[in-house]
T-cell receptor
């Protein structure tokens, strides 16, 4: 069966510090991968998605970036965090173009 | 931006009551999905719908793909305290990217024991 992991589970970072969040998927190959941010108030905002190694599509211009160095690894990064980057970051994977399956999330607090 | 209208925004009900929530859109969707999110966790897929008119159940949950392809509803029968959470509808927009879903803003369900 497939599983998706995210780490860290929680993170507290100062403004201006770098960020690296990691997502890995097991039990599947060539998945579509997604990064979402969920601010307080519930909505899910798609940040990036990837349909293959090295292929990244950005949905929202911001100070975040994403990379996919391996087939089942998706990384969300920032060089300098802003207060507004605080939120709940969710990684998801999809076997094709329909259902998406979410990871447990990373709670990021920028102080 | 999002093109799904999900309602109600929140519900506060008594244990044992039935619940109904829905999503509507001015655009046609190829797929409708319903997710549940517990506090501090990622959303979990409850039901997936692929055909207009399709009615699918998962235990006490029932969801339908509207015949016009522009709406979907989710019913929960005989609610229990563990049904508490945020319920999201999501869909794949016809003519849109095959890789992206459009999400509703969620329905916050509170069940009073």
């Amino acid at each position: 069966s497939q599983t998706i992991h995210q780490w860290p589970a929680t993170l507290v970072q100062p403004v201006g510090s770098p960020l690296s969040l990691e997502c890995t998927v097991e039990g599947t190959s060539n998945p579509n991968l997604y990064w979402y941010r969920q601010a307080a108030g519930r909505g899910l905002q798609l940040l990036f998605y990837s349909v293959g190694i090295g292929q990244i599509s950005s949905e929202v211009p911001q100070n975040l970036s994403a990379s996919r160095p391996q087939d089942r690894q998706f990384i969300l990064s920032s060089k300098k965090l802003l207060l507004s980057d605080s939120g709940f970051y969710l990684c998801a994977w999809s076997p094709s173009d329909n259902e998406q399956f979410f990871g447990p999330g990373t709670r990021l607090t920028v102080l | 931006g999002q093109q799904l209208n999900q309602s109600p925004q929140s519900m506060f009900i008594q244990e044992g009551e039935d619940v109904s929530m829905n999503c509507t859109s001015s655009s046609i969707f190829n797929t409708w999905l319903w997710y549940k999110q517990d506090p501090g966790e990622g959303p979990v897929l409850l039901i997936a719908l692929y055909k207009a008119g399709e009615l699918t159940s998962n235990g006490r949950l029932t969801a339908q793909f509207g015949i016009t392809r522009k709406d979907s509803f989710l019913n929960i029968s005989a609610s229990i305290p563990s049904d508490v959470g945020i319920y999201f509808c999501a869909g794949q927009l016809r003519g849109g990217s095959n890789y992206k879903l459009t999400f509703g803003k969620g329905t916050l369900l509170t069940v009073n024991p």
